[in-house]
C-alpha cells in the first residue's frame, strides 16, 4: 500500500522544538508513516533537530510549500524570481537534510489570488525556474512534485491536463502532485485527471472539500481512491486538514483558514488514517 502521511498543520503552527516533537510523535503513534512539513520558511526549520526526531521516531518526512509575491519564480522581474529559486533551494537543503523523499506543493507561483492571467514571460520563467529545480532536485535524490489548485491560489495551472502542458513547456518530466480538495473545484470529475497524469502522477493530497473531517464534505472519495488504484501510483498519499484551531503565521491566511473545523488533531489525524487506509486497500 501507499505510504500514508499527515501534513504539519493538522498539528503545529510553528516548527520550535516543542512543537516538532509534538507534531512527529503524534505522526507515529496514529499510525502514519511520514510527515509533511511546512516549509514557507526553510531557513526557520532546524534541520538537525528535525532528522534527529524523524530518525527517534522511524518516521519519514516530505516537505511542501507555496511562495509568496516576493520570492515569486512566475514573476515577471528577476530579482523577485531569483529570490524564488533562493527560496526553494534552501527547501530542497532542508527536505534532503532531514532525510526527506519529496517536495511539492504550489513551487512555481506565489500562492495566492492572481489579479490577472498568467503572462507569457510569467509562464517562461516559472518553467525555466522548475527545469532548474528539477536538476536539483535529481541531484539531491528527491522526487519533485508540482501541486495543482485552485483558480484563487494560483494563475499557472489549475487543472492537471493544464499543470501537464505547463510540464511539457518547461522540457521536463517534473511529476504531478494532485489534491482532492482542488480537484473538487476545478475538475470535470477526480477520475480523468487521475487518469490523464498516469505515470506522472507523483503525489496525492487527500482533503475535504471544506478541508475538514474526512467523508463529512462533497468529495467523492470512492472515485479519487479508485483511480488512484487503478493507476498504479504507489507514492506518498497525505492528509491535508486545516482548521483555525491550529494557525500557521503565513500559510493560514494564505489558505484562508477562517473557520473552526475541528479542534481535536489526535481524533481527526486517526480518522483520516483509518478512512485513507480502508480506502486504499478495499
Ligand atoms: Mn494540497
Known sequence: ??????????????????SARFAIESTREVGFDLIELALLDPAATDVAM???????????????????LDAD???????????????LAAALEVVHGVGGTHLCGVLYSALTKYPQPASALSRQNSAQAMAWLAEQCAAAG??????????YETNIANTAAEMLT?????????AVHLDSYHMNIEENGLVEPVEQCGSRLGYVHIGESHRGYLGTGNVDFGSLFGAV??????????????SSAVVHPSLSNALAVWRNLWQDSRDLAAHAHAFMKERLES
Do not use: K
Request: aromatic fraction near 8%; glycine fraction near 10%; include cysteine.
Open 229 to 242: 488504484r487503478a493507476c498504479g501510483y504507489a507514492g506518498p498519499v497525505t492528509f491535508e486538514s486545516f
Open 50 to 68: 528535525t532528522r534527529r526526531l524523524l530518525a527517534d521516531n522511524g518516521l519519514g518526512a516530505t516537505a511542501s510549500l507555496g511562495l509568496d
Open 1 to 18: 500500500m501507499n505510504p500514508l502521511g499527515v501534513h504539519a498543520l493538522v498539528w503545529v503552527g510553528d516548527w520550535s522544538e516543542q
Open 73 to 87: 519564480v512566475s514573476s515577471e522581474d528577476p530579482a523577485v524570481v531569483a529570490r524564488g529559486r533562493d527560496r
Open 142 to 151: 528527491v522526487t519533485l512534485a508540482l501541486e495543482v489548485v485552485n483558480r
Open 166 to 174: 505547463f510540464i511539457d513547456q518547461s522540457g521536463t518530466d517534473i
